[in-house]
């Protein structure tokens, strides 16, 4: 079956800078569209970045437009979330998220478990 595991998230100071990782298996990677979503203590989930099956099509939200990029290794069935300039409102829960199909804007359909990102001094 689908499998997504995040890792990489952590405590940061604002400024700073991390890299999200998620591994997936249990499907064709290469064939399908890739997300990064975001919910925040108190809010609704959010998409944060999403990436087609043909890497250079990607859709950043504007919230962390030039601050964060979103990039995969077919090779590894691997997608990374690259977060830059961390401010205390990217503190959030980051899901990985499988696409339905291979655009970048296919709705999600299967999800990891998440890992926490806590930006604070």
């Known amino acids: 079956q689908v499998q997504l595991v995040e890792s990489g998230g952590g405590q940061v100071q604002p400024g700073g800078s991390l890299k999200l990782s998620c591994a997936a298996s249990?499907?064709?990677?290469?064939?399908?569209?890739m997300s990064w979503y975001r919910q925040a203590p108190g809010k609704e989930r959010e998409l944060v970045a999403a990436?087609?099956?043909?890497?250079?099509?990607?859709n950043v939200a504007d919230s962390v437009k030039g601050r964060f990029t979103i990039s995969r290794d077919n090779s590894k069935n691997t997608v990374y979330l690259h977060m830059n300039d961390l401010g205390s409102e990217d503190t959030a829960v980051y899901y990985c998220?499988?696409?339905?199909?291979?655009?970048?804007?296919?709705?999600?359909?299967?999800w990891g478990q998440g890992t926490q990102v806590t930006v604070s001094s």
């Open positions: 990436i087609g099956s043909f890497a250079p099509s990607t």
């Open positions: 998220a499988k696409g339905r199909g291979g655009s970048h804007s296919s709705p999600a359909d299967a």
């Open positions: 249990g499907f064709t990677f290469s064939v399908y569209a």
